[in-house]
């Protein structure tokens, strides 16, 4: 089993930024990707950013030229830097890894973008 904990949530006015962290922790032998989702009110989770291992990330839309992921594989910890946030990034961000074949989740961390 592999546990994961988020950390950086918070609230933020529109522009701001905030740095998100998740540190897995628990029978890693090697993580294959690890990343972001999120969940706003009465929408579906969707993918925010994810670090695969080898070096190459995939971005959601709603992310692309604004957050940034980044993963500490000495750590076991992926990151996620957003940058000028607007109103709807509110949601909880959940953080994701992938070890074999099996899908790994936290319990997430809300992130509210509001003046």
């Known amino acids: 089993q592999v546990q994961l904990v988020e950390s950086g949530g918070g609230l933020v006015q529109p522009g701001g930024s905030l740095r998100l962290s998740c540190v897995a922790s628990?029978?890693?032998?090697?993580?294959?990707?690890m990343g972001w989702y999120r969940q706003a009110p009465g929408k579906q989770r969707e993918l925010v950013a994810e670090?695969?291992?080898?070096?190459?990330?995939n971005y959601g839309d709603s992310a692309k030229g604004r957050f940034t992921i980044s993963r500490d594989n000495a750590k076991n910890t992926v990151y996620l830097q957003l940058n000028s946030l607007e109103p709807d990034d509110t949601a909880v961000y959940y953080c994701?890894?992938?070890?074999?074949?099996?899908?790994?989740w936290g319990k997430g961390t809300l992130v509210t973008v509001s003046s």
């Open positions: 994701n890894v992938v070890q074999g074949v099996t899908n790994y």
């Open positions: 628990g029978s890693i032998f090697r993580l294959y990707k």
């Open positions: 670090a695969i291992s080898g070096g190459r990330t």
